[in-house]
C-alpha cells in the first residue's frame, strides 16, 4: 500500500487537524469524541447533523458550513461513527429548534444513529438516504445511501437556513429522497489504509457495476465497456426507476469515486446530458466532480434528482462551505 | 464458584487472544463480503475495554454491564458497534436485582439477544452474528435449566455457536453489508457470525481453565 | 486501461462539450480550435489567457472566470496548445487593455505561446511560471511551472479585475512566481490514454521524489517514506529555496495528482503545516485539494507562496470559476 | 527531375507509412525519457497535412512550405509542433524568389534549421531533434554544392541522420523535457531525433524510387 499516512491509527485524527487548519474560517474540529462543526452557529434554526465512516471526503465534514451542515460525525474509514459523537455533536449545535439526523442507509450508520436519537433529551428526527438503484426497492435493508446524500444535504441546509421547521425538514428530506436517483460504477477497488491492500481484484477488462462507496464489490462484475456503454446502461436503471415525465426539471450529479480525472468525469457528464435530453429532461442544474468518494477508488456514479421550483431554489440558495460553495 | 465482574478483565484478554488470533481469517472474511474493517472495530473495542478494564472489574455486574456497553458503543462503530453496545446494555438492564447465577444470567442474555434483534431488524438465517447469538443464547438457557453441570454446558453451548457459525455459510445475505451481494454473499461465512463463535468459545475455554 | 472514454481521440473534445455544460453559468467553450472563454467579459481590462497540455484538471479551464482568467487553451493530454487556439481566444477576450499569457515553463507550452505572441497584432506580454524547485535553479532550459499556478492565476486574475495594466500585471506575476515554490512526489505514475498503460513502473515500495506534472519520471526514485518523511522532505527543499525570515505571512497548498484521497491530503496538510509553524511562519491562507493534476496519479504537492499585503488582499478578492470560488 | 509540390502527397504519405511503422518503437522513446505523446503528436500533424494534401500539391513551393507550416502549426502542438511549424516557415521564408534547385533548397534547409535553433534555444549535443537535423542539413549542403550526384548525396544525408540519432544515446539531455531528468536521461535515444532521421530516410527513399 502507498499512502501518505504515518499509521492507519491516525490518519484520521491528524487529518481531521488538517482539515480544521486548512478551513479554519469555516468549520471547528472537536476531538475524543470528533466531530466537525460550523463556526457560526444560529440559534432558532433545525440543526443539521450527518455522519459516517471516513474515506468518502469531502462528504460530510467538507459540507458543514452556511447553507449546509452544522456538523458532522466522522468515524474510522469506512465505519460508521458512533452514538457518543452524534450527542456531543448534538449539544454543540443544536440551536433550540430540534436536530435533524441525515443518515445514510447502512445497517451501521442507522443503528449508531437510532442510538444517539434514543439517548437525545430534545427533539430530534431523521432523514434517511436511500438512493442507489443498483439495489432493487424491495431490498430486505433497504437501498444505500451514495452520491445523492450531497443534493439531500444541501437542499435541507438551504431550508433549515431559511427557518423550515424539523417537521418541514423532514418532509422535505424525504422527498428529496424519493425524487432521487442514483448508480455507480468502479473500475478499481480501493485500499483501506488498515487493511494495506485492495478491498477486492478486478481483471484488466472487468468493471464493477451497480457499487456502492465503501469499496465493496457491486451487484455483477462486468467486461470492460466504453463510457457510452456504461452511462447508458446506469442511466437507463435510474431512468427506469424515477420515470420522469418530458420537460421534467432534473438536477444531474456526476460523482467521481476519488480516482477518476475531472477530463473523464466531464465526458460521462455529456454522455448523461444527452441521454437525457434525448429523453426529453430539461437539466437545469449540474454538479460535476468527487463528492461522495471512496478512497481511491477509480469509477464514478451518475445522480439524477427532479427539481420542482422550491427545491430549485433552495439547491440555488448561498452555501459556503469547504466543498460547496456558491452565492455568498 | 460463581462468577464476579473481578474476572472481566480476564476474559477481555481471552477474547482479545481468541481475535487476534484469527485476525487474518476475520479480516478476508469481512472482506469477502463485508467491507473488511470487523477486526479493526473488535479490536478498538477491546483496547478501550481492556483499559477500562480495572475500573469495570470494580462494579456489580450490573453497572460492569453497563459500563462496557457505553465502552464499546463509543469505541467500535459500525454495525457490530451498536449490537454489542445493544447486547451489553441489556445484559445490565435484564440483570438488575437478579441473582447471578447461570439461570438468570441466562435469562438475560436472552432477553438481551432479543434485544440485538429488535436493534438490527434481524433474526437467525439472516447471515449474521445472530445465527450464532441465538442458538448460543438458547441452548444456554436449555442446559441451565435442565441442572447440567458447568462443563456440559459449556459444550453444548459451545457446539451451538459452532453450528451457527457454520450454518452461515450457504446462506443468502439478507442483513448486513453482505447483503448488497445478492447471491454472491454464498459460499462464504459472516465474519461477526464467527467472530462472536470466537468470543464465545475463549470465554468457555476460560471458564474451563478457572474451574 | 480502464478509463471513461469512448476513444481517446474524442476524449478532449467531449469532455469539454460536459465542461462547458456543467459549467455554462460561468463559461463558454468554443471548438476548431479549441478554448473556453468567460462568459461576462469586460472592457478595458488586460485579459489573462493561460493554457497547456489537458490531463491537468481542473487547471486551466476550471479556472476561467470572473476574477481570474479570461481565456484557456487545452491541448490535447499533456500536449501544449497549439498558437491559432491561443489567437482565437486573444481575439474573443481582448478587452483594448492587452492580453497576458500565463505559461508554465515547458520547452512546448514556451514555443506555442511565443509564436502566438509574434503573431499577435496587439500588445502582449508573458508570465512564466516556474515553480518546481525539485530541478536547481540554473537547469538548462528552467524549472518547470507546476501546482504554484494556480496562485499565480488567482492573484493576476484579481489585480486585472482591479484595472493593473498590463505592464502592472506582468510585474506583479512575476513577484508572484518568485515567491512561489513548489515540489512534488508521485506515488504511482498516470496513465495516458493514448499510451493505454502507465507511463513509468513503480515498485510497490518506491516512490518518485521530484515530479513534474506529465508522468514523467522525477529526479529521484526513492523508498517509500512515512507522510512525515515525505513532507520533511519536500517542505525542506522549499523551505532552503525561499528561506522566509521568521514571522513570514505565507499561503500553503497542498495539491493533489489526481488519485490522492482528501483524507491523505489533509493528513499532509497538517504535517506541513507543523513544518512551518516551527519555523516560525505565518501560515495564514491555505489551498488544499486537487487543482494541478496528472490525470489518475497517485501523489501530490507542496507550494509555499510568500505574501504581502497586496498579494493577500488580491488571494482573498472574489473569484468565480468553476473550480476557486469565493466572495461572491 | 526537379522535385515540384505535387509530389508533397506522395512525401505525406512516405513519411506516415514510415513512422507508423515505427510506432512503438517512437512511444517507447519519448515514454522512457519523455512523456510519450510524440508519436501521436507527429501523426495528428501528418493527418492533417493528408487531409490538405491536394490543396497544397497545388501551390508553389514558399506557399506550399508555408501552408504545411501552418497546418502542422495548428494540428500537432507540444515542442514538436512549433518546431516543425518554424521549420517549414523558415523553408518557406527562406525559398521565396530563388530557384528551386538543390543548392537553394540546402540553402532555405539551413537557414530553417537555424530558426528551429533560434525557436527551440538549442543547438546540437543537447539531446534533440537538432541532433539530425543540423548535421543533416549541413551535409545536404555541402554535397549539394560539390556537384554529387543525387543518389550519393542521399546517401551521406542519412549517414549523417544515422549519426545524428544513435549520437543522442549517451548525451545528457539539456533540453526538452527528457533534461528533466537529468543524469537519468543517458543510455536512451532521443524520439524527436528519432522521427527526424524516419523522414528523411523516407524521403531518400522515395526520391530514389521516384528517380
Ligand atoms: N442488522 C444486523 N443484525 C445483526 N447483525 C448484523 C447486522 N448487520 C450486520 N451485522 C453483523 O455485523 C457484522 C459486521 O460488523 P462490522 O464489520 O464491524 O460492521 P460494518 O458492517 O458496519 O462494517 C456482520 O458480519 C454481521 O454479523
Ligand atoms: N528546445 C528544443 N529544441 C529542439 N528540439 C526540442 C526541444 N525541446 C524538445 N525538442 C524535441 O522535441 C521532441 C519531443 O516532441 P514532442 O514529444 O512532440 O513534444 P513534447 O516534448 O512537448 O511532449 C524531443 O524528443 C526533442 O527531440
Ligand atoms: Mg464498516
Ligand atoms: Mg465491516
Ligand atoms: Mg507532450
Ligand atoms: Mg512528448
Known amino acids: 500500500m502507498k499512502k501518505f499516512i504515518d499509521s492507519p491509527g491516525t490518519l484520521l485524527d491528524t487529518s481531521l487537524q488538517g482539515f480544521a487548519k486548512a478551513h479554519a474560517d469555516i468549520v471547528e474540529v472537536r476531538t475524543q469524541p470528533n466531530f466537525v462543526l460550523r463556526k457560526q452557529r444560529k440559534t432558532g434554526k433545525v440543526a443539521l447533523i450527518s455522519g459516517g465512516g471516513s474515506g468518502h471526503e469531502p462528504l460530510h465534514a467538507g459540507f458543514v458550513g452556511y447553507g449546509m451542515l452544522d456538523a458532522a460525525c466522522p468515524g474510522q474509514v469506512f465505519t460508521s461513527p458512533t452514538p457518543d459523537q452524534m450527542l456531543e455533536a448534538a449539544a454543540a449545535v443544536d440551536g433550540g429548534a430540534g436536530v435533524l439526523f441525515i443518515v445514510k442507509n447502512y445497517a451501521g450508520d442507522v443503528m449508531n444513529f437510532e442510538m444517539a436519537a434514543e439517548m437525545l433529551d430534545g427533539p430530534s428526527a431523521t432523514v434517511l438516504v436511500d438512493d442507489d438503484v443498483s439495489l432493487p426497492k424491495d431490498h430486505p435493508i433497504g437501498r444505500r445511501g451514495v452520491a445523492g446524500t450531497t443534493i439531500v444535504e444541501k437542499i435541507l441546509g438551504a431550508a433549515a437556513e431559511q427557518g423550515y421547521d424539523l417537521a418541514a425538514c423532514k418532509a422535505l428530506g424525504e422527498r428529496v429522497v424519493r425524487a432521487t436517483a442514483s448508480m455507480g460504477v468502479a473500475l478499481t477497488s480501493c485500499t483501506v489504509p488498515a487493511l494495506g491492500h485492495p478491498t477486492f481484484e478486478l481483471g484488466a477488462d472487468e468493471i464493477e457495476i451497480g457499487v456502492g462507496i ?87 456514479s451518475l445522480t439524477l434528482s427532479l427539481l420542482d421550483d422550491e427545491m430549485l431554489g433552495l439547491w440555488d440558495a448561498p452555501v459556503n462551505t469547504a466543498a460547496l460553495r456558491w452565492g455568498c | ?209 478457572a474451574a
Chains 1, 3 share one sequence.
Not at chain 1, 462484475?221 to 463510457?227: F, H, I, P, R, V
Not at chain 2, 480476564?10 to 487476534?20: D, V
Not at chain 2, 443468502?172 to 467472530?195: C, P, Q, V
Open chain 2, 1 to 209: 464458584m460463581p462468577l464476579t465482574p473481578a474476572q472481566i478483565p480476564e476474559f477481555i484478554n481471552a477474547i482479545s487472544a481468541a481475535i487476534n488470533q484469527h485476525a487474518d481469517e476475520i479480516t478476508e472474511l469481512d472482506q469477502a463480503i463485508g467491507d473488511g474493517d470487523h477486526l479493526f472495530n473488535l479490536q478498538r473495542g477491546l483496547e478501550a475495554l481492556q483499559s477500562h478494564a480495572a475500573e469495570i472489574a470494580a462494579l456489580d455486574w450490573p453497572a460492569a454491564w453497563q459500563k462496557i456497553g457505553m465502552t464499546v458503543m463509543a469505541a467500535i462503530g459500525g454495525a457490530s458497534g451498536s449490537l454489542y453496545a445493544t447486547l451489553f446494555i441489556g445484559l445490565s438492564k435484564h440483570g438488575k436485582d437478579k441473582p447471578t447465577d447461570m439461570r438468570t444470567f441466562a435469562e438475560a442474555l436472552q432477553a438481551a439477544v432479543a434485544a440485538v434483534k429488535q436493534r438490527g431488524k434481524a433474526d437467525v438465517g439472516e447471515k449474521t452474528m445472530l445465527d450464532v447469538w441465538v442458538p448460543a443464547a438458547e441452548t444456554l438457557a436449555r442446559a441451565a435449566s435442565s441442572g447440567k453441570d458447568l462443563n456440559a454446558i459449556l459444550d453444548q453451548v459451545c457446539a451451538a455457536a459452532d453450528a451457527g457459525v457454520e450454518s452461515t455459510r450457504d446462506m443468502l445475505a439478507t442483513k448486513g453489508r453482505a447483503s448488497f451481494l445478492g447471491e454472491r454473499s454464498k459460499g462464504h461465512i459472516d465474519a461477526g457470525a464467527k467472530t462472536a463463535q470466537l468470543m464465545i468459545a475463549a470465554i468457555a475455554r476460560h471458564i474451563r481453565q
Open chain 1, 214 to 300: 465503501h469499496g465493496e464489490r457491486g451487484r455483477e462484475t462486468g467486461k470492460l465497456l466504453s463510457a457510452s456503454e456504461i452511462v447508458g446502461r446506469i442511466a437507463g436503471h435510474i431512468q427506469q426507476e424515477l420515470n420522469p415525465p418530458s420537460g421534467q426539471a432534473v438536477l444531474l450529479h456526476v460523482n467521481g469515486f476519488g480516482a477518476t480525472p475531472l477530463l473523464e468525469l466531464h465526458l460521462v457528464y455529456e454522455l448523461a446530458w444527452q441521454y437525457w435530453r434525448e429523453r426529453g429532461l430539461n437539466i437545469q442544474r449540474s454538479l460535476v466532480g468527487n463528492f461522495t468518494t471512496s478512497l481511491d477508488m477509480a469509477g464514478c
